[in-house]
């Protein structure tokens, strides 16, 4: 048990060190390192609906669940512990050096670098969370080349296209859609 949630502490220390962008940037590294404590593609899926009306950021809510899932509240307080930490000491040491090294070139040029590979982590995240969610059950993506229309879940894609038309369109608050959406998918997929 302590061997465990030390493993959790220490992979979760790395991914906040290596990791830029923001939680969501994130999400593909905690999702990769997640399996490594068994957990489930669906499990994690469900992170992104409970990230909804849990307040904190997605990468702490990550970490949180992941280390829960894995070891209980001892996972989830070494998980927890583990991403938060590298951004309390990296917030001091840049605070501290940042007016010498803010007209810098080479700094400027590595965080516009870093821009880009963000939006692409962010991407593949929402690409792999989205087909866990959409697909029918016991379906891979590859499936869609032999069976189009039996790949996907009907119901999933039709709550998916009404929430998001719901929120950009009419400006309908994403916490109000969820639980609507976990209602009725609790009723119409159960």
Same mark, same amino acid.
């Given at each position: ?62 970490? $949180? ?85 039996? $790949? ?25 859609? $969820? ?12």
């Amino acid at each position: 048990m302590i061997i465990d949630c030390l493993n959790l502490f220490i992979t979760f220390v790395k991914l906040g060190f290596l990791s830029f962008g923001g939680g969501y940037a994130m999400l593909s590294m905690i999702m990769s390192e997640a399996q490594r404590f068994s957990v489930t593609p669906a499990q994690f899926a469900d992170l992104n609906a409970l990230d909804m009306v849990v307040p904190g950021s997605i990468s702490i809510n990550a970490a $949180t669940y992941v280390g829960y899932l894995a070891r209980g509240i001892p996972g989830a307080v070494s998980a927890t512990i583990g991403v938060s930490l590298p951004s309390f000491i990296l917030t001091v040491l840049i605070m501290r050096f940042f007016v010498h090294f803010k007209e810098n070139f080479w700094v400027d040029a590595t965080l516009s670098g870093i821009k880009p590979a963000a939006v692409g982590l962010i991407a593949a995240a929402a690409v792999q969370i989205g087909a866990e969610v959409l697909l029918a059950e016991g379906k891979r993506i590859t499936d869609v080349f032999t069976d189009p229309f039996g $790949t996907f879940s009907v119901i999933c894609i039709i709550i998916f296209v009404l929430t998001a038309v719901l929120n950009i369109r009419f400006k309908i608050n994403p916490i109000l859609l $969820t639980i609507l959406a976990g209602v009725v998918g609790a009723f119409v997929l159960a």
